[in-house]
């Protein structure tokens, strides 16, 4: 790279829906798991609410009253149903190429994701590609979930600051990234359309990892 050249940006990945398909497990873990206590959510609300932490999740979808009662409780339940779903999760397709891709040019990549920490590793055995994240922030870290920024703030942070690229499935993604003051790029492959993302501040809506990778035009990602 040339004295003069910026570097490539920061790349925060999001995980759930982005890298591996796993959105509507989580949809049926958390309806499940407020279903169990006597709550009865339309599933429509809690996909919308998917890639926000879990923290904030029951009160999202349930009320403030419901998390005080029972939020810890749907959160145990819903890790235990999302755990015994989890032999049919799979990684999406190009998410491993996508990785490498990026990092092969530059790119320090993160891994933020609102899943604790657990949950992601089992998630990171079905991708290759822990030897290109420079860090990874989970909703076990001591930072704000998303849709606040700190995820962002913190996984570009680790990566050494600079500017930075999300990329997530979720409006939650996009509305963290803009309030951190980063871009972001959507992708459907979380069930979420291209104009909601893009209303969420996404400035480019891919179908995911594999229709990104063969855009990439050389493995550079375009800044807006």
């Given at each position: 790279?040339?004295?003069?050249?910026?570097?490539p940006?920061?790349?925060?990945?999001?995980?759930?829906?982005?890298?591996?398909?796993?959105?509507?497990e989580?949809?049926?873990?958390?309806?499940?798991?407020?279903?169990?206590?006597?709550?009865?959510?339309?599933?429509?609300?809690?996909?919308?609410?998917?890639?926000?932490?879990?923290?904030?999740?029951?009160a999202?979808?349930?009320?403030d009253?419901?998390?005080s009662?029972v939020?810890?409780?749907?959160?145990?339940?819903?890790?235990?149903?999302?755990?015994?779903?989890?032999?049919t999760?799979?990684?999406?397709?190009?998410?491993s190429?996508l990785?490498?891709?990026?990092?092969?040019h530059?790119?320090r990549?993160?891994?933020?994701?609102?899943?604790?920490?657990?949950?992601v590793?089992?998630?990171?055995?079905?991708?290759?590609?822990?030897?290109?994240?420079?860090?990874?922030?989970?909703?076990s870290?001591?930072?704000?979930?998303?849709?606040?920024?700190?995820?962002?703030?913190?996984a570009?942070?680790k990566?050494?600051?600079?500017?930075?690229?999300?990329?997530g499935?979720?409006?939650?993604d996009a509305v963290?990234?803009?309030?951190?003051?980063?871009?972001?790029?959507?992708?459907?492959?979380?069930?979420?359309?291209?104009?909601?993302?893009?209303?969420?501040?996404?400035?480019?809506?891919y179908?995911?990892?594999?229709?990104?990778?063969?855009?990439?035009?050389?493995?550079?990602l375009?800044l807006?």
């Amino acid at each position: 790279m040339a004295a003069d050249q910026p570097s490539p940006p920061v790349v925060v990945l999001d995980l759930d829906g982005t890298l591996v398909d796993s959105v509507y497990e989580h949809v049926v873990a958390w309806h499940t798991a407020l279903h169990d206590v006597g709550l009865h959510v339309p599933t429509v609300r809690i996909h919308e609410a998917i890639g926000m932490g879990g923290d904030r999740l029951v009160a999202h979808v349930a009320g403030d009253a419901a998390e005080s009662a029972v939020g810890d409780d749907v959160r145990e339940l819903h890790d235990k149903y999302f755990r015994a779903a989890l032999r049919t999760v799979c990684a999406l397709d190009g998410a491993s190429e996508l990785v490498e891709a990026l990092a092969g040019h530059g790119h320090r990549l993160v891994l933020a994701s609102s899943s604790e920490t657990g949950l992601v590793e089992e998630m990171l055995d079905l991708l290759d590609v822990r030897r290109h994240l420079t860090a990874v922030v989970t909703g076990s870290d001591d930072a704000a979930t998303k849709p606040a920024p700190d995820m962002v703030l913190a996984a570009v942070e680790k990566a050494g600051g600079g500017d930075a690229v999300v990329i997530g499935d979720a409006t939650w993604d996009a509305v963290s990234a803009q309030a951190a003051g980063a871009a972001s790029i959507g992708f459907r492959s979380g069930g979420i359309n291209a104009d909601r993302l893009r209303s969420a501040g996404a400035y480019a809506v891919y179908d995911g990892p594999r229709d990104l990778l063969d855009q990439l035009g050389g493995g550079l990602l375009r800044l807006p």
